[in-house]
């Protein structure tokens, strides 16, 4: 997996997204330069996320970024997603690599100690990095030092995730990381479009 696709990968998270349409959020920061798009719709029906996700992969498409479920391997392999996204009680990514030989696959480690159980992942998504309202089970904050800690204890391309804004950017890619989830930043912006320019470009001058 080539790991520029995930310097600026927005989290599509359905309960962020509120009112707001998730097709022209999806367009608006594809425009701006999203590198991966993660559908979240945690108390979502599964046949409306199939729905949505249908809707959104000919818009992924165009832009040659990748579309990733969150927890449902299923979902991502029915629809021909790019990969799917998993946490310590979804399925361990290994057993998803039997569904998706060629996808792409996440995984969200609880701590060090559950690294072990990333096998098969081609990322981490770690965090929460700061204090979040967007994800009610994130946990508590493991700050910079948290990610920098987890950063030196895995090979695997790392993407950070929590409360990431345009004054903390800078902050957090200096730990390392290969990139940023960003989520409300973006999708509660007046105008997505221009924040996820302004975001992707402080993250493409920062590893340029």
């Not at 349409?21 to 996320?49: F, H, M, N, W, Y």
């Not at 391997?73 to 021909?80: E, G, N, S, T, W």
């Not at 990095?129 to 695997?156: F, M, W």
Request: charged fraction near 15%; proline fraction near 7%; aromatic fraction near 4%.
């Amino acid at each position: 997996m080539n790991s520029t696709v995930l310097r600026c990968y927005v989290v599509l998270d359905l309960a962020v997204v509120g009112p707001r349409c998730p097709v022209e959020l999806t367009q608006a920061v594809l425009r701006g330069g999203a590198s991966a798009i993660q559908l979240r719709g945690k108390d979502r029906p599964l046949r409306e996320l199939a729905h949505l996700a249908t809707a959104l992969l000919p818009l992924v498409r165009a832009h040659n970024v990748p579309l990733i479920i969150n927890d449902y391997v299923d979902l991502a392999r029915a629809i021909d997603a790019d990969g799917v996204h998993l946490g310590a009680h979804d399925l361990p990514p290994a057993l998803a690599r039997r569904c998706l030989p060629q996808g792409i696959i996440g995984y969200s480690p609880a701590d060090c100690a559950d690294l072990l159980s990333s096998l098969g992942a081609d990322y981490l998504g770690v965090g929460p990095i700061y204090a979040t309202s967007t994800k009610a089970d994130a946990g508590q904050p493991i700050g910079t030092q948290g990610l920098q800690t987890l950063r030196a204890a895995t090979e695997l391309p790392v993407v950070a995730i929590g409360g990431i804004t345009p004054t903390n950017i800078a902050e957090v890619l200096r730990s390392g990381v290969d990139g940023l989830a960003i989520c409300s930043s973006v999708l509660c912006a007046a105008d997505p479009h221009t924040a996820m320019c302004s975001i992707v470009s402080t993250v493409n001058t920062y590893f340029d």
